[in-house]
């Protein structure tokens, strides 16, 4: 693979629009039928006696140069997706390609080539880096694991180099290499966390809320650099969050998850504009309005998420559907799983009723949702 020149990136230079042409781009990576279980034991013996269901026949496709959003609630899958699609955990089934190469069939020295083309930055910046390491050993570790002759990582005066020029390309100085993670903030530890991510020189990199330990304030910083990160290296992100405006803000694309299952997916644009799934609408009118003089109605859904080792038949969200309710409770959310149907252009959804969720409907359940006490408040803002 030919590596990118490292760029020299300043903070806050970024732009929250999405790459020209992103919509029409090829697909770098393609996932079908992603299906991974957690198995249940029980007894004195420990036998197998059920499956948690994390991610169940999940199928999209994230194209080149894309930010693809991935949300939901916390527990519906999201992260457990990322890790098993870059192969830090193993999948249950289904199949996974990038740039049309098997992802999950390989193994050995494949396997080790392939890890070159997709990294992760993790979630928690405190946790992901190891505290007695320098932050040389922590993004040169990879290096090493990956020498050959080719690149020269081998060698310590190359390493050395590209380990200054990554940090200074997430705006830290290049003399922070003998330094350990507990001198350096949040906000800089996350920034090492992306470097040692790029140092590979990946084409593919799943963002796992990597912002959501950050004060706000950071936060936008962080977003600003892994979007000018993207432009200088031609990057293609899985960005994986609870919260929805800083998807808005990042995102191509958006997938939305709910109990193992994409139950819609979008051009952000569209997505936040005309939602048609019910457990879209009732998270987007979570979100808060930037004019605190504006009072927001909101759908508030009752009772709590159903657990994935026994998820619901039908349509998953058909316990806690408040467009199943004004509709008279029609059997087949409860007999039938919904298709993940294309309703315009871009635009899928996993419901029955889509076609049912209006500016009308949505007012009303707004409306009627105020004197709800509800047990579990929606977690995705």
């Known amino acids: 693979m030919t ?25 770098l990576v393609d996932i079908r039928n992603l299906v991974k279980y957690y198995p249940i034991h029980g007894g004195v013996l420990r036998r197998k006696v059920g499956d948690v269901k994390a991610v169940d026949d999940v199928s999209f496709d994230v194209r080149r140069g894309e930010v693809f959003g991935l949300v939901g609630e916390s527990g519906c899958g999201k992260s457990t997706l990322g890790r098993t699609l870059i192969r830090l955990q193993p999948p249950t089934g289904g199949s996974a390609s990038i740039d049309g190469e098997p992802i999950f069939t390989k193994k050995g ?28 050993d922590i993004i040169g570790e990879g290096l090493l694991a990956q020498a050959d002759r080719e690149n020269g990582w081998g060698n310590s005066a190359n390493r050395t180099k590209r380990i200054e020029d990554y940090l200074e390309a997430v ?32 084409e593919f990199v799943v963002c796992d809320e990597p912002v959501s330990a950050l004060d706000v304030s950071i936060q936008s910083q962080i977003l600003n650099l892994l979007l000018d990160l ?12 609870h ?14 998850m709910y109990l193992g299952k994409i139950v819609e997916l979008a051009p952000v644009e569209e997505l936040y504009e005309n939602p048609r799934h019910p457990y879209t609408v009732a998270l987007l009118s979570a979100v808060p309005d930037s004019d605190p003089r504006t009072r927001k109605k909101r759908i508030v859904l009752r009772g709590d998420v159903p657990s994935p080792a026994a998820p619901p038949s039908g349509c998953r969200f058909h316990t806690r559907c408040w467009l199943r309710e004004r509709l008279g409770n029609p059997e087949n959310c409860v007999t039938e799983e919904p298709e993940f149907r294309e309703i315009k252009g871009d635009h899928r959804v996993a419901c029955h009723w889509a076609e049912k969720v209006t500016e009308g409907t949505v007012e009303k359940a707004a409306a009627e949702s105020v004197t709800i006490d509800t047990a579990e408040p929606i977690s995705a803002v």
């Open 171 to 202: 705006g830290l100085r290049r003399d922070f290499t003998r330094r350990y993670p507990h001198e350096f903030s949040g906000g800089q530890r996350q920034r090492i966390g992306i470097a040692r991510a790029l140092a590979l020189d990946p």
């Open 3 to 27: 590596e990118r020149a490292v760029p020299s990136v300043e903070e806050g230079t970024a732009s929250g629009a999405p790459l020209a042409g992103a919509e029409a781009a090829p697909t």
């Open 230 to 241: 993207r432009r200088e290296f031609n990057l293609t992100y899985l960005f994986i969050a």
């Open 109 to 136: 020295a494949d396997l080790k080539r392939l890890r070159r083309r997709m990294q992760i930055i993790f979630q928690d910046p405190v946790g992901s880096l190891n505290p007695r390491m320098p932050i040389s």
């Open 243 to 256: 919260n929805l405006s800083v998807v808005q803000y990042i995102s191509d694309r958006v997938g939305v």
